[in-house]
């Protein structure tokens, strides 16, 4: 019996400019996608993010009053590593970040003032993969993001926005999933992979509410595991995975 042959994943398209990546906390695209981002950046490419909330239920031991300010200073910092000036906040609660056309609204509102021709958002699926259960605000984001990639291009859903200056943007030509568990494309991590891991870093604080081991040796290996076993589809080069949509 002869084993079956692995799908080789696809090099990300390249022909756009501005991309724009919409996720619900802080640190979901450190986990996810920098490495890539520091790519693209260094390529002379335009990327900002958006984070529907601060991440401000996202410590235990730290009132959200406090936590939601701190989270998004590590946030900015964190950002700036993988070369992204631009971040904003939403403001949706954290915890409790709820699908439906207010979400779509606020994204489609973001799409239009960027007007980005990629919109890169975290898996929206219920699980990562087989029983490893997703969080309800992942799943929210990433399903109003996809869908908010149409409706920021159709003048009469939220007409309101038009009325407020922004007009419609019918150019998102791919929406790109990171964490993915059946991705169909990859970017080679190789060059923007220190950055991710200091990227990341950044958010120490919650880092080390969240794991007892050493927080370099904890997000070291969890990035370079994931960009190897990703490489193993992808030319065995380190890589971040993608679930590419094309509109």
Known sequence: MTEPKTTQLQPMPDDWRRALAVVAHPDDLEYGCSAAVAAWTDAGREVAYVLASRGEAGIDTLEPAECGPLREREQRASAAVVGVSVVEFLDHRDGIIEYGTALRRDIAAAI????????????????????????PDHVAVGRATLDAAGDAGNRWIFPELTE???????????VAVAGSSTPTHAVDATGGLERAVRSLLEHRTYIEALTSEDPESYVRDFLTGNAAATGERFGGKPAV???VFAR
């Open 112 to 135: 239009r003032r960027h007007r980005p021709e990629l919109v890169i958002t975290l898996n929206h699926r219920d699980t990562w993969g087989g029983v490893a259960w997703n969080t």
């Open 164 to 174: 407020q200056g922004l007009d419609p943007w019918n150019g998102v030509r791919w």
């Open 241 to 243: 995975a993608f679930e």
